[in-house]
């Protein structure tokens, strides 16, 4: 019955030995839809990220969100010992995730070839800067990294300003979205073929990827897109409009929408205006057609433009900062993007919910993230019968 189910890989088994971001992006969505994900850490120390702000009673904040639903454990990877305890995890598990700079797990004697002789079936993902092969692999990767030389940089900004980073960790969240795909990909292969794989991803080729309609227009047309604020390459009117009291977007991006828009505005002859009656001419004139806009929404606010465009049937939004996201009725509550948690240590807490809904097995925040270690005895001693005692040796000497 899927009621009793705690989400739709229940049943999967993750290592996670991710740190930071785009990695724990990758393992926090597979167990919000219910996968057992046993996060591994460095004794002592554990992700990077339990260091980062902001803090809620000393716990970090961004650590907590990325990682909730997992088990936590240490283990010393370094040490002899810590390798045999997981070689022996790894036989139990379905996946293995890593984001560390290519070579480092093989030089650990831990890459793919090895632990496929341990699991034929073991997927392993890897999501690193440039990937696993090629002239940059062994370049160090980070967010900015991938969105510097990905493109997006250079494509986002205003007209005449610096390339700019997105308000975001983009690349990041772009590589942990599409090792996820892969990932799951792979799992599904598996159902046939009976053998697992190895999942690489860079955060540049996800970057890359996502620019779609930005690389098109070089290829196809040799003319290098530049920074246009936040108008759209393709149509026009597409951007970002001041109003009395803010700024809206509106989203005209067909000839049905434009001519509706002209209607709205009381201006139905700009739809048989020469200079903007059609998309080419309105992509040309946008400067002169975005005064035009402007000038009708001065006097009036954000709210009431958005209203009487809506109800008009064009698309429009208020350009909402984080106090409106957290207590907008549609997205924080309806669809439930922001989720209070208990935290042992941080006490009451409010993470980002699950953005995929399925509707039979409902991805959900089950449980807060893991203290350092807080899992080592009841996956040490329930997946691989490590008896406690040998655990406090394990524990004296630095293996886990």
């Known amino acids: 019955m899927t009621e009793n189910r705690l989400g739709a890989l229940e049943g ?40 980062f702000g902001p803090y809620i009673n000393g716990e970090s904040a961004y650590y907590m969100n990325l990682n909730r639903n997992k088990k936590g454990i240490t283990l010393n990877l370094k040490e002899t010992k810590g390798k045999e305890i997981f070689f022996e995890l790894v036989k139990k598990a379905d ?14 004697g831990l890459g793919y070839e ?10 392993y993902a890897a999501v690193s800067g440039f990937g696993h092969y ?18 997006l940089m250079s494509t986002t900004g205003w007209p005449g300003g610096e390339p700019t980073r997105t308000g975001t960790a983009m690349g990041d969240v772009l590589g942990g979205l599409s090792v996820t795909i892969g990932i799951l990909a792979a799992l599904k292969n598996r159902d046939f073929t009976g053998k697992g794989q190895k999942v690489d991803v860079a955060l540049v080729d996800s970057v890359v990827a996502s620019m779609e309609i930005i690389t098109q227009i070089y290829l196809a047309e040799g003319r ?4 246009i604020g936040n108008r759209y390459e393709t149509v026009y009117p597409y951007d970002s409009f001041k109003a009395k009291d803010g700024s809206l977007v509106i989203g005209a991006g067909n000839e049905k929408l434009y001519k509706l828009l002209c209607q709205v505005m009381g201006m139905p002859q700009l739809a048989t205006d020469e200079r903007f009656n059609t998309i080419p001419k309105r992509k040309q004139r946008h400067i002169e057609l975005k005064e035009i806009i402007e000038e009708w929404c001065a006097d009036k606010t954000v709210e009431d433009l958005v209203e009487m ?6 698309p429009a939004a208020p350009i909402y900062d984080i106090a409106h996201i957290v207590k907008d009725p549609h997205i924080a509550k309806a669809r439930e993007m922001f989720v209070d948690v208990k935290h042992p240590k941080a006490g009451d807490t409010t993470l980002t919910g699950c953005h995929i809904k399925l509707y039979d097995t409902k991805p959900s925040i089950r449980k807060p993230a893991p203290l350092l270690g807080e899992h080592n005895q009841e996956v040490y001693s329930e997946l691989i019968g490590i008896e406690k005692e040998s655990l406090e040796q394990l524990k004296a000497k630095g293996v886990i």
């Open 12 to 51: 999967i088994r993750v290592l996670d030995l991710t740190r930071v971001l785009a990695g724990p992006f990758a393992t926090m969505m597979m167990a919000d839809m219910g996968a057992e994900v046993i996060k591994v850490e460095i004794p002592g120390r554990g992700d990077d990220s339990r260091a």
């Open 95 to 108: 996946i293995v995730v890593e984001n560390y700079r290519p070579g480092t797990m093989e030089k650990l």
């Open 114 to 123: 090895t632990l496929k002789e341990v699991n034929p079936g073991i997927i």
């Open 134 to 151: 090629g002239p940059y692999m062994t370049r160090p990767g980070y967010d900015i990294i991938g969105q510097a030389m990905g493109g």
């Open 224 to 227: 290098l897109p530049e920074r």
């Open 309 to 314: 465009l809506l109800e008009a049937g064009v």
